[in-house]
């Protein structure tokens, strides 16, 4: 049972580039979440998905992308990377609770820097 | 939105010693849960508490729904609490806290 993993853990791109952050969680939990988190700073909710099949815009979803994959997988896509998207990216993934989220765990992160 | 602030932003204790850290919200929430940043970056889930009490080894957590606030005891704090502890609420989607960032010296 390895939890929340995430793909991968280091990642420098350039101005412009593409590219995609895996999650994948075997909990077989419904819910999962793509945060960012920047220095000195609380995590922000990003996008996610409160079951397969559906996607929704958090707190700072501009720039981004995500597709839930499976009930397994959720990604997360820059399609043209910028500075300010320089941060750590936290996936996680809950049962819910109705409308509520139940108790998260947390995937180990990806630094990005983009150059 | 919701807005939600911890307290004290940093905290420096000596081994052994006992803390609590403070997490007051804007607004009613159903969900208020207590997470652990290690200094290596990891998150750990602490506490889903969204009222009342609980405890977990040297860790306790008190919620106080209708004043807004929760509370996180750490008593006899070892040099592995160190890190930062995040209080998240939602009512619909958690909105984290900017944490309490704790040092414990041996």
Known sequence: ?????????????????SMTLQCAQ???HNSMYWYRQDPGMGLRLIYYSASEGTTDKGEVPNGYNVSRLNKREF??????????????YFC????????????QYFGPGTRLTVL | GIQVEQSP???????GANSTLRCNFSDSVNNLQWFHQNPWGQLINLFYIPSGTKQNGRLSAT????????LLYISSSQTTDSGVYFCAVSQNKLIFGTGTLLAVQP
């Open chain 2, 9 to 15: 932003p940093d905290l420096i204790l000596q081994e």
């Open chain 2, 63 to 70: 919620t106080v729904a209708t004043e807004r606030y929760s």
């Open chain 1, 75 to 88: 990604s997360l896509r820059l399609e043209s990377a910028a500075p300010s998207q320089t941060s750590v």
């Open chain 1, 1 to 17: 049972n390895a939890g929340v993993t995430q793909t991968p853990k280091f990642q420098v791109l350039k101005t412009g580039q």
């Open chain 1, 92 to 103: 996680a993934s809950s049962r819910p609770r109705g409308l509520n989220t139940d108790t």
């Open chain 1, 26 to 28: 075997d909990m077989n």
